[in-house]
């Protein structure tokens, strides 16, 4: 069954050491199961670079790469710096759980609070084999960021 897709608006903001960057990001609703991989090894097809669907270049100087520690207890997404126009950052999240087709994070340091005061925590969905979502705990159920895409992928390779 198809429905229909809502759309919103979120801002959200990001304090870089001393500089607070504001994106707008589109969320909306879609109504598909979550995508697993075969193995069930979500931290290895996440590692690597990603950049948000919306971009005019994407992939370019806009990308990020995803990283997991070793015993996957983090994931820490970072972009590198691109001067002289910015220095990069990077966001470590502890991981409060790992399934097949998502993962549940909370950054550290966050400063974003929910209407109930506390820390804002992170789901990443994936969408696809190359496309994963963010999702907010405090949103509705279905209310998605827009995709966020592989970079380099094969769309027909499914890796």
Same mark, same amino acid.
């Given at each position: 069954?198809?429905?229909?897709?809502?759309?919103?608006?979120?801002?959200?903001a990001?304090?870089?050491?001393?500089?607070?960057?504001?994106?707008?990001?589109?969320? +909306?609703?879609?109504?598909?199961?979550?995508?697993?991989?075969?193995?069930?090894?979500?931290?290895?097809?996440?590692? !690597?670079?990603?950049?948000? &669907?919306?971009?005019?270049?994407?992939?370019?100087? &806009?990308?990020?790469?995803?990283?997991?520690?070793?015993?996957?207890?983090?994931?820490?997404?970072?972009?590198?710096?691109?001067?002289?126009?910015?220095?990069?950052? &990077?966001?470590?999240?502890?991981?409060?759980?790992?399934?097949?087709?998502?993962?549940r994070?909370?950054?550290r340091?966050?400063?974003?609070?929910?209407?109930? !005061?506390?820390?804002?925590?992170?789901?990443?969905?994936?969408?696809?084999?190359?496309? +994963?979502?963010?999702?907010?705990?405090?949103?509705?159920?279905? &209310? +998605?960021?827009?995709?966020?895409?592989?970079?380099?992928?094969?769309?027909?390779?499914?890796?």
């Open positions: 069954m198809n429905r229909p897709l809502k759309i919103g608006l979120v801002i959200t990001v304090l870089l050491g001393d500089v607070v960057i504001f994106g707008a990001i589109g969320s +909306y609703v879609f109504g598909r199961q979550s995508y697993s991989f075969d193995d069930n090894d979500l931290p290895r097809h996440l590692a !690597g670079r990603w950049d948000w &669907s919306n971009r005019a270049h994407p992939c370019g100087d &806009s990308a990020h790469v995803i990283r997991f520690s070793p015993d996957r207890r983090t994931m820490t997404i970072a972009m590198p710096p691109h001067p002289p126009h910015d220095s990069g950052w &990077s966001a470590t999240y502890d991981l409060l759980s790992l399934e097949p087709s998502r993962l994070g909370a950054i340091g966050e400063k974003r609070l929910t209407k109930g !005061g506390k820390p804002v925590v992170w789901d990443l969905v994936m969408a696809g084999p190359n496309e +994963y979502r963010w999702h907010r705990t405090d949103w509705p159920a279905n &209310s +998605y960021t827009i995709g966020v895409l592989r970079c380099g992928a094969d769309s027909t390779s499914g890796d």
